[in-house]
């Protein structure tokens, strides 16, 4: 009886001193929690924008919170004005306003900018030079479209009904149109 009581001494003289030295129970060991994804708008132009093309590009301040989408053109010989529908994904977008480039109005020509803002995603654009004066060989921003991100996910700006035209009022069929895609993560 002696030896059991003293095989039980042991023990728990052996557990007294092995509990201190466990450290609990260590959590478990799983993975770092993810943070999320930054935000970000990143559009992707269509082309590369040659001569003789009207594309679309991120002006500079586009962010998180607005995308400064440029109408640009790139040595469009004899350009007075143009007019096209724009489609543009308003699951993610919203349209805020355009404003006129320098383009145009060189050598202090008056123009006229009018955007009209249809349903789910569908701008109608014009701008054009004023009054008795030629075209200019066109390469810059024409106008900017300021856009909201509302939404996280992806779509494409497409034209259609776009045209550029001289000063008599005939249309540059040698000009390329190319358009783009965003994606968008809030």
């Known amino acids: 009886m002696a030896l059991t009581r003293r095989c039980r001494l042991v023990v728990i003289s052996l557990l007294a001193l092995c509990l201190p030295a466990c450290g609990g129970g260590g959590g ?52 007075y004005g143009l007019a096209f529908d724009l489609r543009f994904p308003a699951a993610q977008l919203r349209f805020e306003r355009a ?30 030079r004023l009054g008795a004066v030629s075209g200019v060989t066109a390469t810059g921003p024409l106008l900017t479209l300021e856009l909201v991100p509302i939404a996280s996910g992806s779509g494409t700006f497409a034209f259609s009904a776009n045209a550029a035209y001289d000063e008599r009022a005939a249309v540059l069929d040698e000009v390329v149109w190319q358009a783009g895609s965003v994606e968008i993560r809030l």
């Open 28 to 79: 478990g060991g799983g993975k770092t929690p993810t943070q999320p994804a930054t935000p970000t708008v990143t559009f992707q132009p269509a082309g590369s924008g040659g001569p003789g093309t009207i594309t679309l590009g991120a002006g500079a301040g586009s962010g998180v919170s607005r995308l400064y989408l440029e109408v640009r053109a790139n040595q469009v010989a004899g350009l």
């Open 99 to 128: 404003t006129e480039g320098v383009v145009l109005n060189t050598d202090g020509a008056a123009t006229s900018l009018q955007v009209a803002a249809g349903e789910n995603g569908h701008l109608v654009v014009g701008l054009t």
